[in-house]
């Protein structure tokens, strides 16, 4: 009886993990990547209504903002590697993005959605 409650948990949890609902980004960007402070990539392109996947990498904190576009911005500081912050741009145009605690040393990146 055991072993058939083991197999049922075993099956639930094999179907659990197929069927969660995948979500795909456009785009991951590493904040931190390599020991750095830059957004990598930093210059990317996507189509509105897509979502671009920020994930925190080396010397955090980080966070994103998106210039004169607080709606679209996470400022709240991220300081655990491997938290993510996602951002849907549903309208096409040009961004210009930072991070708050880095700007000045360069961490900054361009968005076009097209
Ligand atoms: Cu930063």
Known sequence: MMKFISAVIVATLS???IFLPG?????????????NLVFSPDNISITAGETVHF????LPPHNIIVEGRADLSRESLMFTP???????????GDYD?????HQGAGMIGHLHVE
Request: charged letters at 10%.
């Open 97 to 101: 993005f930072f991070c708050g605690p």
């Open 15 to 17: 179907a659990m993990i």
């Open 55 to 58: 994930v925190n990498g080396m």
């Open 23 to 35: 979500i795909a980004y456009a785009v991951d960007v590493t904040m931190g990547s390599n020991g």
């Open 82 to 92: 491997g938290e993510s912050q996602d951002i849907l741009f549903a309208d096409a």
